[in-house]
């Protein structure tokens, strides 16, 4: 698709620390100068973004937005670039989009040119035809950015390998002792020694994953839709669905049971006996809104398959944090919705999955 390019030079104007009053310019534009070019590009930025917001806008500025735009916020889709502070930084999250992480500063032996892409993801080995490859960090890394999904992976030492199988991707790393299979940052230990073996079986696995995944995952976006639809957030991470900031829903993927609770952290946590006595109590503005929809719909997802004795029981105080335990592996197995296989169990069993003790990214 077209895209237009954006490219105010060199302005400072809201970044008091770094302006022509502290010498940033040396003696070429004094402060009065400088407050009146950035002005100039502000005007300009802010009448292309009006004329053009819904094409690719790339911005290239040598200072950060923030520096000379009095609004420093970025634009949604909108692409920028921009170097000046030394520090690099990336931000894509497929809206807001800035990258500031090939900064040369004063003293770089091989400087180079990097690249990004104007959709908002893409598949970095999609030229790769299937088969077990040795990649580098930084292959891995740009196939993660490319998915959107944050992720942090500095080891040194090891080989790392890809195996890419009808579409999907398993990711292996060998270090001294043993194989193990990589989740972004985070490695747990392979039964077996042979690399081709995973790659051999890499169907079988996914297909005994998919089968109970895509039940699950049809039930969770069923619940989050009922919460968009009342005003809620309706996120899903793990085996949770967000209904604001304090309070949630959890999916037992065991027996499907939902559980709304309302949480300060990850350890105080209230549980009700109901997500309808969660939302009455703690968010009465969703309540009525629910109610109305349960009025339309007659029945809805949010009641559950705990409601039959939920009338005689209180909310309860829950310290525990298993929920988070099955939640991160239930993250694990999402990975499968971006064709990343992040779980290798044998013999293969659903509940010893969601029970086992895990690291995080």
């Not at 009065?32 to 500025?61: G, H, R």
């Not at 969770?220 to 991470?237: C, L």
């Not at 309070?247 to 990850?266: E, F, Q, R, S």
Request: proline share 4%.
């Amino acid at each position: 698709s077209s895209f237009y390019f954006f490219l105010p030079l060199l302005s400072n104007m809201y970044c008091t620390p770094t302006n022509a009053n502290n010498g940033i310019y040396r003696l070429t534009i004094d402060r009065e100068i400088e407050i009146e070019e950035t002005q100039k590009f502000e005007n300009l930025y802010y009448k292309v973004s009006q004329m053009l917001p819904d094409k690719n806008l790339v911005v290239f500025t040598h200072t950060p937005k923030k520096d000379w735009c009095k609004k420093p916020e970025p634009e949604k889709n909108f692409v920028y670039v921009n170097g000046h502070t030394h520090y690099n930084y990336f931000h894509d999250d497929g809206e807001y989009r800035i990258y500031a992480d090939n900064q040369i500063g004063y003293h770089r032996e091989n400087p180079h040119v990097k690249y990004f892409y104007i959709g908002k993801t893409y598949d970095f080995f999609s030229d790769y035809k299937d088969g077990i490859y040795e990649i580098t960090k930084e292959q891995y890394q740009h196939f993660y950015r490319g998915k959107n999904i944050r992720m942090s992976f500095n080891r040194a030492m090891g080989i790392l390998y890809m195996l890419k199988r009808n579409g999907y991707y398993c990711f292996i790393f060998r270090s001294f002792e043993a194989l193990s299979i990589l989740n972004g940052g985070s490695l747990k230990k392979l039964p077996y020694e042979n690399i081709q073996y995973y790659y051999d079986n890499m169907e079988r696995i996914i297909v005994r994953l998919e089968e109970p995944f895509s039940k699950f995952t049809d039930y969770q976006k069923r619940i989050s839709n009922e919460i968009q639809k009342i005003g809620g957030s309706g996120t899903i991470h793990g085996c949770i669905v967000d209904i604001d900031y304090f309070n949630h829903v959890y999916i037992n993927p065991i027996d499907m049971k939902v559980t709304g609770y309302w949480a300060l952290d990850m350890k105080y946590k209230i549980a009700y006996p109901s997500v309808s006595a969660l939302l009455q109590e703690q968010c009465p503005k969703l309540y009525d809104k629910y109610q109305r929809l349960l009025s339309e719909q007659g029945s809805s997802m949010l009641i559950g398959a705990n409601s039959d004795d939920s009338l005689t029981m209180q909310p309860e105080i829950y310290l525990d944090t298993d929920i988070y335990q099955a939640s991160r592996v239930m993250k694990k197995l999402q990975k499968l919705n971006y064709n990343i296989l992040t779980i290798w169990e044998e013999p293969f069993n659903n509940k010893n999955m969601l029970t086992e003790d895990t690291s995080t990214d």
